[in-house]
């Protein structure tokens, strides 16, 4: 990465369209380089280390205007914490966690907007539905009322091409516009969270309404 935090943002914003939402990806980011991503309109941080997020937003509340994601794979023992403490969630991987969340979040009278993560190509390293049976269980996702579903989340396996990367976005978003077709109330699913440093641009082009970038703003740790 070259130049500073801030202006490697400036240039981002300048490629994306202004309704893509930037998502800052800040696991193992310190507090400065945070508050200078927010100087130049980031609002919006994502963490996947429960106890870092939270040591993090206890130093952030003087700014009431952050939202934080996470993005990590969610432990049965830390699900409550997190529907707690994250307006969304983008890494909701099977129905028995949607189950779990939307009783925490009822018990807690809260509505996390999440995301379904689903994989649209074979990856034993990533959690998430497959296609088919993300559609089999839609009708029980439907009806959790305490979870704000707003759309599918992805992680693509590495060593993909440009083509298969974005062969693989555009399956992402077919199949949420499939399941949007299917008229369920509680599944808009409007909302694209994919695309990630590497990528991020192929994501858009496929239709991503939210990217996370860790590296591209940050640097590798």
């Known amino acids: 990465m070259t130049g500073s935090i801030s202006q490697t943002i400036k240039l981002i914003q300048q490629k994306i369209p202004s309704k893509v939402k930037l998502i800052a990806i800040t696991k193992q980011v310190g507090i400065e380089p945070m508050r200078e991503a927010y100087g130049v309109g980031v609002r919006d941080f994502g963490e996947n280390r429960l106890q870092e997020a939270l040591d993090k937003q206890q130093q952030f509340e003087d700014l009431t205007d952050i939202n934080w994601h996470f993005i990590g794979h969610i432990q049965k023992n830390k699900a409550k914490k997190i529907v707690e403490n994250f307006e969304w969630i983008h890494s909701v991987d099977s129905l028995v966690l949607a189950k779990r969340l939307n009783r925490l979040a009822q018990e807690s009278n809260l509505t996390p907007k999440v995301f379904l993560q689903v994989k649209v190509l074979p990856d034993p390293n990533k959690y998430g539905w497959e296609a088919e049976e ?88």
């Open 134 to 221: 993300l559609i089999g269980d839609l009708a029980e996702l439907d009806r959790y009322q305490n979870l704000k579903i707003k759309g599918l989340m992805t992680i693509l396996p590495l060593g993909l091409s440009p083509e298969e990367t974005l062969s693989a976005f555009e399956a992402t978003a077919k199949l949420a516009a499939q399941i949007q077709q299917r008229g369920y109330e509680n599944l808009p699913m409007k909302e694209l969270s994919m695309g990630m440093s590497g990528d991020y641009l192929l994501a858009i082009a496929a239709g991503a309404t939210m990217i996370r970038l860790g590296r591209t703003i940050f640097g590798s740790k």
